[in-house]
């Protein structure tokens, strides 16, 4: 197996590993420890919501020697600008993977040098969608370029990328209604509240469950998971059994019946 074959090998079974991660904010630490080593990265960032100086969700993962560096406030600061790739994702409406030194004049990375002399090279993978304006993940390197290699990776990984993104936004919808639920919120809870557990559901059946509650077709539910809607039928024939209905308006009946389903009221809401 090449070396380019084996690290997108290893993203893929990472992502067939977090179809079976029930808690979603375990699977940003997975998938940058993934890239970190992949792309043979000092640090690896994923910005989880807008690009903005001093607020919305940030991981990051980086190794011991520059760890210390990277958990500096100043830092953080910079890093949430996402320069320059904030400024070029949402002017073009560009969504590929792009190395830093090829957007122009702010190649040099000014902001990251100035918290760590000598780190000039990045590179971005940007999650396309309705994001504004634009989040994704950051890669940094102190002495070598990311080259065709890992603008290669970085294509060939993007799709999982998205669908691991997918995949935790909906857990944490899922989560946020059944803690809605466990609060005792009259608002959120179903009719008769259960123990889901019994059902057998994965994390990727609630998502597809999730999704059917939502009226979505076979195909668009394989869109949003960035799956084939053969693929979608499966988990729903599995859905079907492990639920013992027969159709999709009879599943999430018994879904919400059963406590499986909710509806968040808007305090209890994941923004």
């Known amino acids: 197996m090449t070396g380019a074959a084996a690290q997108l090998r290893g993203m893929r079974d990472l992502a067939v590993q977090t179809m079976h991660e029930r808690d979603p904010d375990a699977l940003h630490p997975l998938v940058l420890a993934e890239l970190l080593r992949a792309c043979d990265a000092e640090a690896a ?82 999650l396309p969608g309705a994001y504004a304006p634009v989040r994704g993940y950051i890669l940094f390197r102190p002495d070598a370029a990311f080259g065709p290699a890992a603008l290669a990776y970085g294509v060939e990984v993007q799709p999982l990328l998205v669908a691991v993104d997918r995949q935790r936004i909906l857990l944490g919808q899922w989560r946020a209604g059944a803690a809605a639920v466990s609060s005792g919120c009259h608002d959120c809870r179903p009719p008769v509240p259960a123990d889901a557990a019994p059902y057998g559901l994965t994390p990727r059946e609630t998502t597809v469950l999730l999704l059917l509650a939502d ?38 009946h018994s879904a919400r019946l059963s406590g499986l389903l909710s509806t968040p009221c808007p305090s209890h809401r994941e923004t």
């Open 45 to 126: 960032v994923c910005k989880e919501s807008d690009w903005r100086p001093d607020e919305g969700a940030m991981s990051i993962v980086a190794v011991p020697a520059a760890r210390s560096e990277f958990d500096q406030p100043q830092a953080r600061r910079l890093i949430r600008l996402g320069r320059p790739f904030a400024e070029h994702y949402t002017s073009t409406g560009d969504s590929s993977p792009r190395p830093a030194d090829a957007l122009g004049r702010l190649q040099r990375l000014r902001d990251v040098r100035r918290f760590a002399p000598g780190r000039r090279f990045a590179f971005g993978i940007p």
């Open 215 to 252: 009226a979505l077709t076979t195909t668009a539910i394989g869109r949003r998971l960035g799956i084939s809607a053969r693929t979608v039928n499966k988990h729903i024939e599995r859905i079907y059994r492990k639920l013992g209905t027969r159709d999709r308006l009879s599943t999430v």
